[in-house]
């Protein structure tokens, strides 16, 4: 597997990517528009593992630890 990381990629290599991950995923149906989620990877200015660390850090601020009983959802992350 060839290298993501922004030295060793091209702005088309980086928009291909994140392409071929929206199609593989089907993301087009789970609210997220990875282009625009990405934007900074695609720009070089992030790469992909400081953009997911950003979000986690900001999920995890805004989702309790414990929702309770009888909690829903897709239960990612919690075990």
Do not use: H
Request: glycine fraction near 8%; hydrophobic fraction near 30%; include cysteine.
């Amino acid at each position: 597997m060839k290298s993501t990381l922004i030295k060793d990629t091209t702005v088309a290599e980086r928009i291909a990517l994140i392409k071929e991950w929206e199609e593989a995923d089907a993301c087009e149906s789970c609210g997220i528009d990875l282009m625009d989620y990405f934007k900074d990877y695609i720009d070089g200015k992030k790469e992909i593992s400081q953009i997911n660390m950003e979000y986690n850090a900001k999920y995890q601020a805004e989702v309790p630890e414990d929702d309770g009983p009888g909690r829903q959802g897709c239960g990612m992350g919690r075990r």
